[in-house]
């Protein structure tokens, strides 16, 4: 079965840095588009970044432009979330997902990791 499994979250200063991975298996991962999305307590899921297949192009929510990096290693099934000069309003539990197209929304995703925390204090 499918299984994508989130890495790297955890607690970090306000200003420092921190990179997700997220593992895939049981899907031929360079033919998905791949996705990272946050959820904060009592708030709506959110997209954050997205990377087409080939890793050509990629797109991000205008609050983490500038600082966020989405990339992706077709060969070891793995996209990653560097995220640079982080702010509290980042906490939240990160997830990645995994799509046949190139968008935005949570809902065509098809399918989803657990999750990782990441809180940044002020």
């Known amino acids: 079965q499918v299984q994508l499994v989130e890495s790297g979250g955890g607690l970090v200063q306000a200003g420092g840095s921190l990179r997700l991975s997220c593992a895939a298996s049981?899907?031929?991962?360079?033919?998905?588009?791949m996705g990272w999305f946050r959820q904060a307590p009592g708030k709506e899921r959110e997209f954050v970044a997205t990377?087409?297949?080939?890793?050509?192009?990629?797109y991000y929510t205008d609050s983490v432009k500038g600082r966020f990096t989405i990339s992706r290693d077709n060969a070891k099934n793995t996209v990653l979330l560097q995220m640079n000069s982080l702010k509290p309003e980042d906490t939240a539990v990160y997830y990645c997902?995994?799509?046949?197209?190139?968008?935005?929304?949570?809902?065509?995703?098809?399918?989803w990791g657990q999750g990782t925390q990441v809180t940044v204090s002020s």
């Open positions: 049981g899907l031929t991962f360079s033919t998905y588009a």
């Open positions: 990377i087409m297949r080939g890793g050509y192009s990629t």
């Open positions: 997902a995994a799509s046949q197209s190139f968008v935005i929304r949570a809902h065509e995703y098809d399918y």
